[in-house]
T-cell receptor, first 116, second 118 residues
Framework: AQSVTQLGSHVSVSEGALVLLRCNYS??????LFWYVQYPNQGLQLLLK??????LVKGINGFEAEFKKSETSFHLTKPSAHMSDAAEYFC??????????????FGKGTLLTVNP | GAVVSQHPSWVICKSGTSVKIECRSL??????MFWYRQFPKQSLMLMAT?????????EQGVEKDKFLINHASLTLSTLTVTSAHPEDSSFYIC??????????????FGEGSRLTVL
């Protein structure tokens, strides 16, 4: 079984400040991990993914995440927040149990607000 | 590449009617499509998994007779909400996995369809 915990349903930062969105996972098999962003009334857009290659993953829009197996974490960071980063962010995990790598389990999401 | 489109984006219907939502992979063949439901300010809840040419697999607690899923081709899956009621109002999102793609679990999401049942 897999699960994802996103600490903090709402994170507020000032424009230009560091963004840190936390994600911890549990998985009985080596996980694939994802961060998605969702803007209001839209679907999900992939920010970045970890698929057992480099532990530090760089994504779009200046975001990156580091896979830490010992901490079962995959926190999302961005050095300097921009107003356009305001959105809902979802961490997700999938694995190869049962033959399907595509059955994603999502966290509850973290709403990021960026203050001018 | 890897664009998934949903139609309609918005739909309002009367209670008791049925509504069909389409999910299309525009530039790739999708072996598997997934349907999710998202309540306001909440995460995505997987409803069902559909594979082309076979019956959909529904998650526990999802009524298969209420939410009919058809995956007639490698580029189209449909979700029909039958005899819709106000409690079915929600944001429905589909996603697709690409046939022949790297098996890393990456999915491509549609834009979502907001259903409002009056």
């Amino acid at each position: 079984a897999q699960s994802v915990t996103q600490l903090g349903s709402h994170v507020s930062v000032s424009e230009g400040a560091l963004v840190l969105l936390r994600c911890n996972y549990s998985s009985s098999v080596p996980p694939y991990l994802f961060w998605y962003v969702q803007y209001p009334n839209q679907g999900l857009q992939l920010l970045l993914k970890y698929t057992s290659a480099a532990t530090l993953v760089k994504g779009i829009n200046g975001f990156e995440a580091e896979f830490k197996k010992s901490e079962t974490s995959f926190h999302l960071t961005k050095p300097s927040a921009h107003m356009s980063d305001a959105a809902e962010y979802f961490c997700a995990v999938s694995g190869s149990s049962g033959g399907s790598n595509y059955k994603l389990t999502f966290g509850k999401g973290t709403l990021l607000t960026v203050n001018p | 590449g890897a664009v998934v489109s949903q139609h309609p984006s918005w739909v309002i219907c009367k209670s008791g009617t049925s509504v069909k939502i389409e999910c299309r992979s525009l530039d790739f063949q999708a072996t598997t499509m997934f349907w999710y439901r998202q309540f306001p300010k909440q995460s995505l809840m997987l409803m069902a998994t559909s594979n082309e040419g076979s019956k959909a697999t529904y998650e526990q607690g999802v009524e298969k007779d209420k939410f009919l899923i058809n995956h007639a081709s490698l580029t189209l899956s449909t979700l029909t909400v039958t005899s819709a009621h106000p409690e079915d109002s929600s944001f429905y999102i589909c996603s697709a996995s690409r046939a022949g793609g790297t098996d890393t679990g990456e999915l491509f999401f549609g834009e979502g369809s907001r259903l409002t049942v009056l």
